[in-house]
């Protein structure tokens, strides 16, 4: 079987110029040559130009490796544009065709990109269900299959200063900060002090008054935490800095955050002239969970391995790729 490689070439100059007008830049190529396991070549995909692209964390960086992996052994030919900055750029970049597969959660598509400012009421499907079925209708972007992988908001304290305050919910956070004011202090990203579904939604749920926030980079927080810098701090719930700093995540008892499972997204008109792309990456969706990608991410993120392989060894362990 011959051996594919994901490329970062641009095929046409064209593209690299829309590209660099937007601020996009395509990436080195993942240095893994991909033999197809049970993800076997697909006729259909042969030769097909699919770029994929991701946001600027780790956990979207890690599903995009693996979705350039799988569509690699069906055939494609994979250009990499992972490492988006931001959510909003991501979702631009996937609607004006610069790249053509991302992975989304439901609650982003439901809340920032479709405008809605409460959470789908009964769980998970019924969030996915809402979510796909809005998209689609108003943008035009079919969403596959969705993981069990739901990686929502939350807020963190260290182990000690739990401990220390009886800190189990964020309902115990908001009573606590009410009786010491002074501790109100959060370790907030920049998108997240002003998304809907981000912490405005925890003000109005919680009625923290009067918080001081502290803006960092998405990895930064963790430290700045576990260092003391700010109390409390928001995190995901599946990064594997969590466990690799021993930080306490709160429980959301008041569902403030809406449900974010990881769903493969693509333009509708491209799926529908290519479906046999569904297939490769229907089968990493059934495949992640939280509990693995908390081990990815640590990976990554406290041990310092690199993304990319990273995902090529969970997708070499998982049979998909050799």
Same mark, same amino acid.
């Given at each position: ?19 660099s007008?937007?601020?996009l ?6 240095? /893994? ?33 693996? *979705? ?27 609607l ?19 405008? %809605? ?17 809005a ?10 299959? /969705? ?6 908001y ?10 220390q %305050? ?22 907030l990203?920049t ?18 008054? %009067?918080?001081?926030?502290? %803006? ?39 569902? *403030?955050f ?10 509708t008109?491209f799926?529908k ?50």
């Amino acid at each position: 079987m011959k051996l594919r490689r994901i490329t970062a070439v641009l095929g046409a100059a064209v593209l690299g110029a829309t590209l660099s007008s937007c601020g996009l830049t395509v990436n080195q190529a993942v240095p /893994y040559d991909i033999q197809p396991g049970t993800i076997q070549p697909i006729p259909s995909l042969q030769g097909l130009k699919v770029t994929v692209g991701s946001k600027d964390f780790t956990e979207n960086i890690i599903l995009a490796y693996m *979705a350039e992996m799988a569509l690699t052994a069906a055939g494609a030919d994979v250009v990499d544009l992972s490492d988006i900055k931001g959510s909003n750029s991501s979702r631009q970049a996937l609607l004006s065709g610069q790249t053509d597969v991302t992975w989304e959660y439901t609650g982003t598509g439901w809340i920032n990109y479709q405008g %809605n400012e409460l959470p789908v009421p009964g769980g998970e499907k019924a969030q996915y269900d809402a979510t796909a079925k809005a998209d689609e209708e108003k943008f035009g972007v079919t969403w596959l299959n /969705y993981s069990p992988l739901n990686d929502q908001y939350a807020f963190a304290v260290t182990e000690a200063y739990g401990a220390q %305050n009886n800190l189990k919910t964020t309902s115990d956070l908001a009573a606590f900060i009410k009786q010491k004011p002074d501790q109100a202090v959060f370790c907030l990203e920049t998108e997240f002090t002003s998304r809907q579904d981000g912490f405005p939604a925890a003000v109005k749920a919680y009625g923290f008054q %009067n918080p001081k926030i502290e %803006n960092f980079g998405i990895g930064t927080i963790y430290s700045a935490v576990a260092g003391g810098t700010c109390p409390v701090g928001e995190v995901f719930t599946t990064d594997g800095r969590i466990s690799g700093l021993n930080l306490r995540v709160l429980e959301d008892d008041k569902k *403030a955050f809406p449900q974010y499972n990881a769903v493969a997204t693509l333009r509708t008109d491209f799926i529908k002239a290519h479906p046999d792309l569904r297939g490769p990456l229907e089968k990493i969706s059934a495949a992640i969970d939280n509990e693995q990608m908390v081990q990815l991410c640590k990976q990554v993120d406290v041990d310092g391995q690199d993304a990319g392989k990273v995902a090529h060894d969970w997708m070499v362990k998982k049979g998909f790729v050799k």
